[in-house]
Nanobody
């Protein structure tokens, strides 16, 4: 069963910080890289950060140096620490396993968590 539950979003001023959490079912979390995606109104959903099963991380250029992805394998939970937030970071944030998104055409998503950054 696919379960993805995101939380931690909110309204924050530019320059502020938020920490997002994503609880995933073990069938997704174990052995797979996990990622954080975001979708702003009118835009496609984009992958902004990934973490492999071994802990290696990658980031899209727009968030490098500001966002940090991490995980707690004992809790099947992935985190996204977002610092120095900008208005352009405003979006609904989702987590997922990129391999699952690719294999299924992206039919499994959680409800997401809204991040709004005011200027």
């Amino acid at each position: 069963q696919v379960q993805l539950v995101e939380s931690g979003g909110g309204l924050v001023q530019a320059g502020g910080s938020l920490r997002l959490s994503c609880a995933a079912s073990g069938s997704i979390f174990s052995k797979n890289a996990m990622g954080w995606y975001r979708q702003a109104p009118g835009n496609k959903r984009e992958l902004v950060a990934t973490i492999t099963s071994g802990g290696a991380t990658t980031y899209v250029d727009s968030v490098k140096g500001r966002f940090t992805i991490s995980k707690d394998s004992t809790k099947n939970t992935v985190y996204l620490q977002m610092n120095s937030l900008k208005p352009e970071d405003t979006a609904v944030y989702y987590c997922n396993a990129p391999i699952l998104v690719h294999a299924t055409g992206g039919i499994y998503w959680g409800q997401g968590t809204q991040v709004t950054v005011s200027s």
